[in-house]
């Protein structure tokens, strides 16, 4: 048996085989000199390429919809585009070796795509480099990451919010990165699934992948590679009392979260997708108090359709029903990143265009989200609220174009309702303000992640700044308290959907300083209730 430690982001026990993560590495092979045989590599890499994208296609039929299985199949029918596979050949016969010829003719008919006065051709440029990078990579010896059958524990270095989105979340027991921190989107992410993960860990890839059984510990922060007979007895008791845990907590389903003196708490969920939302159903959650709009657009090669960002918030609207959703608007930059939008790389991406200030700079991306929340308002309680505010008229100059859409809509006889617009607070200006941002909002909910990374200058990606990334800073919790009392001199509510939403050692202070709404991932919800419930003040 070997064991380690690492920083535990969800209590619980976790026991399975465990899958290593790898990032795409390529290694260009030496090229033959021969075209005869450089022609033949390329014709079994556009097999291997058929077969791999006909099982995806089969999957994105049954997991992701039809609309994403349509991509996939476009590219399908790319494999046999003659212009496409002459222009490899004529490359290989002019010297060129076949994975360069591959990606290379790829490009140049991508491009034309690009180029051309028509959105659906434009579109198809991303699918033809998307194919040609996929053989590529077959021809590169990449054959990328391949799961097993079943559920297992992963180990990567740390994940990306685009590699996370790829995984199968229902067969994932654990996440055991070595980089990561407890407010980084893996440990995100592992809360809302409920899965004990450790972040930070000491774990090798070399111990993942040579031991049969990985076991996490996620109350201590221990993981153990094979555990010992005794290890293994401790584990499984512990798992079966935290089944128990569980099971006593059940009493507070369906109750309502009212502390002893009276104050009503709204206990809502954080979601990043609709499956997410019927998690929060099921985890008895008042509502959903952030909804993480940039997963719908990670993981993909294009920009999702209004069509598809309709459907995506309608069906949210309409799992929840009367209970409020707040939704936030598109959060893209810092560590959630994406190719497709051409935005250029940055020296200090959390301090660049990232949030409302890249939708205010591109319209073109801001607007069909707008049009599509505003079309879904009309099948739920939907209220928005915009990201990374630091300043007055950036929410002005947002509420202005959301009034336009609005306007546009119902001319275009498109029932919509009034959508509440709050502020996400986290930037430290956006708090310092709070007293003037409260009077051009309906609410205000804090997003502490940020804001303890921002107000106490500490990156929250940064492993190494662990100790410094200190949520119960007085700085903050000044910051905190000043936002509550802005809120509540100006009639508006507030509540709290960062990561400390969820902090029992806050939770009552939080109450106590005039926030009636705190928001988590939803396995918490239970817990917090009892809280709230037990709480006097
Ligand atoms: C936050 O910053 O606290 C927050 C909830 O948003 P995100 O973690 O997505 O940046
Ligand atoms: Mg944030």
């Not at 690492?6 to 795409?24: T, W």
């Not at 994208?53 to 609309?67: M, P, Q």
């Not at 222009?87 to 051309?116: P, R």
């Amino acid at each position: 048996m070997k064991k380690g430690i690492g920083l535990p982001v969800f209590s619980g026990v976790a026991i399975g085989p465990a899958v290593v993560y790898r990032k795409a590495q390529r290694t260009l092979p030496v090229p033959s000199g021969d075209p005869a045989v450089e022609k033949a590599k390329f014709e079994a890499a556009v097999e291997t390429a058929r077969e791999q994208l006909t099982a995806l296609f089969e999957k994105a039929k049954v997991e992701i919809g039809e609309e994403q299985a349509a991509i996939v199949e476009v590219q399908l029918m790319m494999l046999d585009d003659l212009d496409y596979l002459d222009g490899v050949n004529l490359a290989i016969d002019n010297g060129s070796a076949a994975a360069i010829a591959a990606l290379d003719t790829g490009e140049e008919i991508a491009e034309v795509f690009a180029a051309m006065d028509d959105e659906y051709m434009n579109a198809r440029s991303a699918d033809i480099r998307d194919m040609s990078h996929r053989i590529y990579d077959i021809l590169c010896g990449n054959t990328g990451f391949t799961l097993p059958e079943g559920s297992f524990l992963l180990v990567a270095e740390d994940l990306a919010p685009s590699e996370t989105i790829q995984l199968p979340r229902e067969r994932i027991l654990a996440f055991v990165t070595r980089q990561g921190s407890s407010s980084s989107h893996t440990a995100i992410l592992a809360r809302t699934l409920n899965i004990p993960s450790l972040v930070q860990s000491d774990i090798s890839f070399d111990d993942a992948e040579d031991c049969k059984i990985l076991a996490v510990d996620g109350f201590t922060g221990t993981w153990y590679a094979d555990p010992d007979e005794e290890t293994m007895d401790m584990l499984l008791a512990k798992q079966k009392e935290a089944q128990a845990a569980r099971n006593a907590l059940e009493a507070y389903r369906g109750k309502e979260s009212i502390t002893r003196s009276g104050k009503k708490i709204l206990l809502v969920a954080n979601i990043g997708c609709p499956e997410d939302a019927e998690a929060a159903v099921k985890a008895d959650a008042e509502g959903v108090g952030l909804m993480r709009s940039e997963f719908l657009y990670l993981g993909r090669d294009t920009l999702p359709s209004e069509e598809e960002l309709f459907e995506a918030y309608r069906k949210v609207a309409e799992i929840m029903g009367d209970r409020p959703v707040v939704i936030r608007t598109l959060d893209i930059g810092a560590d959630k990143q994406v190719d497709y939008m051409g935005l250029e790389k940055e020296e200090n991406p959390a301090l660049g265009l990232r949030g409302l200030r890249i939708c205010l700079t591109r319209e073109e991306i801001f607007r069909p989200q707008l049009r599509a929340i505003y079309r879904a308002s009309a099948y739920g309680n939907l209220n928005m609220m915009f990201p990374m505010v630091a300043s007055v008229w950036e929410l002005k100059a947002a509420k202005a174009l959301c009034s336009k859409v609005r306007a546009e809509l119902e001319e275009e006889g498109i029932a919509t309702k009034d959508v509440p617009i709050g502020v996400m607070v986290e930037t430290p200006a956006a708090a310092v303000l709070a007293h003037e941002l409260a009077k051009e909002s309906a609410f205000f909910s804090v997003g502490t992640n940020d804001l303890t990374q921002y107000t106490l200058a500490v990156d929250r990606q940064n492993a190494k700044l662990g100790e410094f990334y200190d949520p119960y800073h007085p700085a903050l919790l000044a910051l905190l308290a000043h936002i509550a009392k802005a809120a509540n001199d100006n009639g508006i509510w507030a509540g709290i959907c960062g990561e400390l939403g969820a902090d029992p050692k806050l939770q009552e202070k939080f109450i106590e300083m005039g926030y009636t709404e705190l928001s988590m991932a939803a396995g918490r919800i239970l817990e917090s209730r009892k809280l709230v419930c037990e709480s006097e003040v």
